[in-house]
């Protein structure tokens, strides 16, 4: 995970975030395409960039970089602590093509104007983890009223949060939410400051080292607040580009395909830890019950845009957009379509 953040930019627009901005390549003319520029939340720990899922493959691989060589167009990957509210700054000044986001940051950005088209799903049904003090005796989302619970906002976690209050008949009103980024809540509760966070499997890791509990996911509520993770591109791109967006959605479908391969799951793992610094035990308690062929599936089907739809709902009753947005109006499945096309007829050539 361009244009998800017009009306936006401006509740986000701090003098931290505009240097940050300052160090991004200006608008490319349309005439002459010299690089495609990608904006991915980063989710590593260590040293190295990582995004996990078709990002870290396409990126080992150079998948992209060697079907556009020919071409002289470059692949600029730019990846983001600041997750979603940064990359939505990023594509509100136009600095951004095409960018890696869960469901919440791009529907936030749609919601307030920007010209995004949905291209692919890119992941369904993440988990979600609750994290809270060892012997603090919170064992359900009902437990929470009044603590002190970290959420990222502005992110698909605290869509993700709200959800699954919202299926207890709670919202954030009922708890003292304090706005930490992955890494600031991952301290806090370590340390004690805060009585639980709710996050990815980075949590795991705070449990294997005995200063966290984990006493529901996602899983446990049938489901409800998992999320979802798409690829966005800015409108005026596609326009312009529309040969261009199909070779990257194409070119993208050689790192699906791997990905959806049951057989490659370990490797996998084995990538991601590697990029993202974690202990390898972390994505394998995770995924270990997981179908990768479900998971990356990348189709806009029906019920992937329903899910969104949902979303987008939540999103606007729980004040986190002004307003909604139909969800088909927003999905542009015709690249993604003729991708899949193109992929069943090499195979029956090749029987």
Known sequence: M????????????????????????????????????????DVSAGPQHSGGGVVDVL?????LEKEFAADGIKIRWSFFKGAGPVINEALANDQVDFAYLGDLAAIIGKANGLDTRLLSATARDIKHYLGVVPGSGIKSLEDLKGKRVAIFRGTASQLSFDAALASKGLS??????????????TAALAAKQIDATWSLSNLIALKARGVAELPLSTDDLGGVGSIQGVLVADGRFVDQHPQVTARLIKAQQQAVSWLRDEQN???YIDLVSGLANYPTLILQND????SF???FDPQLDAGFLARLQQSVDLAAEQRLVRKGFVVKD????????????GQKESVAVAQ
């Open 172 to 185: 954030e009103r009922d708890l003292q939410v304090i706005n930490l980024d992955f890494n600031a809540a």
């Open 330 to 341: 927003w999905a542009e499945p015709k690249f993604l379509d003729a991708a899949l096309a």
């Open 265 to 267: 799951k370990q490797a």
């Open 293 to 295: 062929s479900r998971i």
């Open 2 to 41: 361009k244009s998800l953040f017009n009306g936006f930019a401006a509740l986000f627009a701090t003098p931290a975030l505009i240097g940050l901005l300052a160090y991004l390549p200006p608008a490319q003319a349309a005439d002459k395409l010299e690089e495609i520029r990608i904006a991915v939340p």
């Open 287 to 290: 995924l270990h019950n997981s």
């Open 59 to 63: 990126r080992s691989r150079q998948i």
